[in-house]
């Protein structure tokens, strides 16, 4: 099985910026970020395939433009940097990772086999 490990959350004021890491056991060819409010169901929050040559990333509307997310095989790390946070963007924050095959439901929980524990993001 892959093992992730999810770091780097924190607490910051609005508008501040963290950068998510997840240090993965092996290659898969998908990567994602998922995230969870107290109360509210897991969304999904940005991904990024790497496929046959082809590296493209997806994000949920709430957060395009202020989250990038990017991966470095050579380091076995995938990154979520976000910037411009909000209070709304308070969260435990999820890293999944999967091999995939169609990329229409490539935000939704039941693409991803493997899953971290978590770490928490709080924005005041």
Known sequence: D???VESGGDSVPA???LRL???FSEYTNCMAWFRQAPGKEREGVAAIYTGGGDVTTYYADSVKGRFTIS???AQNTAFL???SLKPEDTAMYYCAAGMIIGRTNILLQNQYAYWGQ???VTVS
């Open 15 to 17: 508008g501040g910026s």
């Open 2 to 4: 892959v093992q992730l």
């Open 81 to 83: 940097q976000m910037n």
């Open 21 to 23: 890491s997840c240090a």
């Open 118 to 120: 978590g770490t928490q």
């Open 71 to 73: 991966r470095d095989n």
